[in-house]
Structure formats: structure tokens, C-alpha cells
């Protein structure tokens, strides 16, 4: 057979590898709704045990909200379970352009499309509306659904340094001879927590006659005062050309995802973008959810406020606390470990002290990056911060990591 003995123990030994340098990811099984408390059974066969999640993308607490459920019920009910088809053929219901409608309006643009998911929004955007006449520059930190969108588009490819402002007016001067120049950035950049410069990047986009990209879904329905996202909290709104953004983080935390911006451009989507025309539409009852989740996101800036404040309370209690931090304004709050095995370490520490959280290293983030990547929830109240805070001082504290920086953390445990 073409799968030997030999190819398996070739796999086999690479996996060991992996568990060897302590670096192998375990899944965690979780036996309860999306929120602030969970109860996790891990390692697999493990008793079940309650703890506090800080590591979920459910920013505004919304994913198991009781008026999304009742409105996703309804909508299994009114419309399915599934479409069983792609959009132009016969996946098409009204809810979905009612939804689309609603996105639209709440991000300030002309149009919408919705995808299975942000990444593939992602993944069939950039050859959908640019050819090997154009060139894209994007951010050296963008997610890495983007890269592999940009990989599958003909047009050229180029990047400046991160949020680095006179590196990419230098390479919109040397790209002057394209048909159109993109610029690719994060909003909010998942891993680092920091917001791109928008107001910055329009106005250099719109001196040298070039588009903006902007992934916003670690931003949408949360940053900017209503919200919006970052083009709302850089004062650009209604200024950027092409929005992606997911309904599986703030926005319900399901699945789907959309492209909206410029009309002409999401109608090249529909017309050419291979994940909208090849995979099935999202399911009704996603649908009907997400539609709960906008109206109820526009009726106030309560979830948005409270977490917030959640985000400053944590992170200036980390501080205090002696952690090394990344700087930034967002519910993403990593604390720095540099040490991927360390990392491990303390996510496993963490979890027997009651919190859920979880080591990020290589190739998630760059090699001697590692980091617990903690991110807020307005469903977080002050006593689940305050339990959390404990923990985190209690696990830095056994490894000796407080009030350390990087040199001083790499000299103990390397990179």
C-alpha cells in the first residue's frame, strides 16, 4: 500500500518530536456553553472542572446570549437547518441579504457579501479584484488568512514593517508604475493586540491614489465609541475600501464572515470569488442569530463599555503585577514568556489553579515570541478578573518571572 510502515514512522517520530520539546497542542474539551465560566475536561478522560475562560474571542459575551439563542431557534424553525447548496444557485434566502443589509449599515459602507468564514473571505478576495497588473503591500504582521489569500492572487506581493508609517510611504513611491496599489492591514493584529494606524494609512493611501484592506474581526462591535471598529476609532469611516470581518468572534462567535466596502468590489466577489462561489451558504439559523446580535449591539454601547473597562482594569493589574506586557488599547492583552515550552508550562499551571488559558508559540507567533494570550469578555466580572489575577501572579511568581523583562526571561529559559 502507498502508506507504508516506513511513512508512518517517518509521521510518527515527528509527532513524538513535537511532544519531546513540549510544545504539542492538546485540545481541551469543553462540556458547556461559550462564557466566562466553562467546564473543560483535560486531558482528555480527565474529571470535568469549572474555570474561568480567558482566552476566547467572545469579547462582547454574546455567543450564548439568551435573545441569540431564541432568535437562532426561530430561525431553524422559520428557514432550516442548512441550504444544502452555494449561494447563486439555490443557497440564497432572504435573511441573508437582510443580514448583509444590517452589516452594511453598522460598518458605513456600500455593500456587503457574506462567506462561510472571514477566512475564506479572506482567501477569495484579492484574486477576485486584482490582477498581475496590481500590487499588494501588506502589513508584516497580518493574519495568516490573509497571507494565504495573497498567495493565491496573481497580482505582486510586498510588505512594510510593522506599523511603520515612512516604510510603507517608501514602497507606495516605488509601486507608482501599478494599476492599483492595495494596502493589507490588521485593524486590530490578533496576536500583538495593537491597532493599526488607519487615519495615517487613508491619508497616505489617498495621496498616492491606492485602496485600503482592512480585517477587522478582532474589532467589530467593539473598538471605536458605537462599535464599528478601527476605521470608526481612527475617524475614517466610510474611508476604507475593502472590510472583512467574522461573525464567530463579537458578532454572535458562531461562523461566517463577510467582504464589504466599495459596491464594485464585492460585486467582483460575488461574480469571482472561488470560497462564495464553491462553498455552501452559512446556515439559516447563524443567520437569524447574527441578526439578533447587530440589533442588539446598535440598541446600546453597554457590552462595549463594560469590557472596556474589563481591558484596563486586567491589564493595569497585570502590570502591577510585574508582567511583561505588549502595549496596546485592545481586549487582547498578551503577557510576553518568549519560551514556548514555558509558555506550556504556565497554561498548564494556570488551568490547575481554575483558569483557562492557553500557550502560544511557533508557528502561531514568530520563534522566541511565546506568550499566554489572555483576551477580555464583558461577560467577565470584576471577581472573575480578580480570581484570574491571583492565578497569573501565583504561576509567574513560581517561575520567577515577575517584574522581568525580555533579556531577563530568555537568560532563565531561552527561546
Keep these: 500500500m502507498a502508506y507504508s510502515e516506513k511513512s508512518r514512522d517517518i509521521y510518527k517520530s515527528e509527532i513524538s518530536g513535537i511532544r519531546d520539546a513540549g510544545i504539542f497542542k492538546e485540545e481541551r474539551y469543553i462540556h458547556a456553553p461559550q462564557s466566562a465560566d466553562i467546564v473543560v475536561e483535560f486531558p482528555s478522560g480527565a474529571e470535568l472542572k469549572k474555570v474561568i475562560n480567558m482566552c476566547a474571542n467572545n469579547y462582547l459575551g454574546l455567543s450564548s446570549h439568551p435573545e441569540v439563542i431564541k432568535a437562532a431557534h426561530e430561525g431553524l424553525d422559520s428557514r432550516g437547518y442548512g441550504m444544502s447548496s452555494v449561494r447563486f444557485i439555490c443557497g440564497t434566502q432572504d435573511i441573508h441579504r437582510q443580514l ?94 495593537d491597532l493599526a494606524k488607519l487615519d495615517e494609512i487613508v491619508a497616505l493611501a489617498e495621496k498616492y491614489d491606492s485602496m485600503v484592506f482592512v480585517d477587522e474581526s478582532h474589532s467589530s462591535g467593539f473598538i471605536g465609541k458605537t462599535g464599528r471598529g478601527t476605521h470608526e476609532h481612527c475617524g475614517v469611516l466610510g474611508r476604507i475600501d475593502i472590510i472583512t470581518t467574522t461573525l464567530g468572534k463579537a458578532l454572535g462567535g458562531a461562523s461566517g464572515g463577510c467582504v464589504s466596502g466599495r459596491r464594485e468590489l464585492v460585486e467582483l466577489c460575488r461574480q469571482r470569488a472561488r470560497p462564495y462561489l464553491f462553498s455552501n451558504t452559512v446556515a439559516p439559523v447563524i443567520v437569524a442569530g447574527a441578526i439578533r446580535v447587530l440589533d442588539l449591539i446598535s440598541q446600546t454601547t453597554e457590552r462595549r463599555d463594560k469590557l472596556e473597562w474589563n481591558t484596563k482594569y486586567w491589564r493595569s493589574a497585570l502590570e502591577k503585577a510585574g508582567f511583561d506586557l505588549k502595549e496596546g488599547d485592545s481586549p487582547i492583552v498578551p503577557v510576553m514568556l518568549y519560551n514556548a515550552k514555558l509558555a506550556q508550562d504556565f497554561a498548564r499551571d494556570l488551568y490547575a489553579e481554575g483558569i483557562y488559558a492557553v500557550g502560544f508559540f511557533f508557528p502561531v507567533v514568530p520563534k522566541g515570541a511565546a506568550r499566554i494570550r489572555t483576551q477580555l469578555s464583558a461577560a467577565h466580572d470584576k471577581s472573575h478578573l480578580d480570581t484570574a489575577i491571583a492565578a497569573f501572579t501565583k504561576v509567574g511568581a513560581k517561575y520567577n518571572i515577575l517584574g522581568k523583562g525580555k533579556k531577563e526571561i530568555i537568560e532563565m529559559y531561552g527561546m
Design 100 to 193: 448583509e443589509n444590517k452589516l452594511t449599515k453598522f460598518l458605513g459602507t456600500e455593500d456587503t457579501l457574506l462567506f462561510p468564514s472571514c477566512m475564506d473571505a479572506n482567501a477569495g478576495v484579492f484574486e477576485a479584484v486584482l490582477t498581475d497588473k496590481d500590487v499588494m503591500i501588506a502589513d508584516r504582521l497580518v493574519h495568516a488568512s490573509i497571507v494565504d489569500g495573497m498567495r493565491l492572487c496573481k497580482a505582486m506581493q510586498d510588505t512594510y514593517k510593522h506599523s511603520d508609517m515612512a516604510h510603507l510611504e517608501e514602497k507606495l513611491q516605488e509601486h507608482q508604475d501599478k494599476r492599483f496599489r492595495l494596502i493589507i492591514t490588521d485593524g486590530v493584529f490578533s496576536m500583538d493586540g
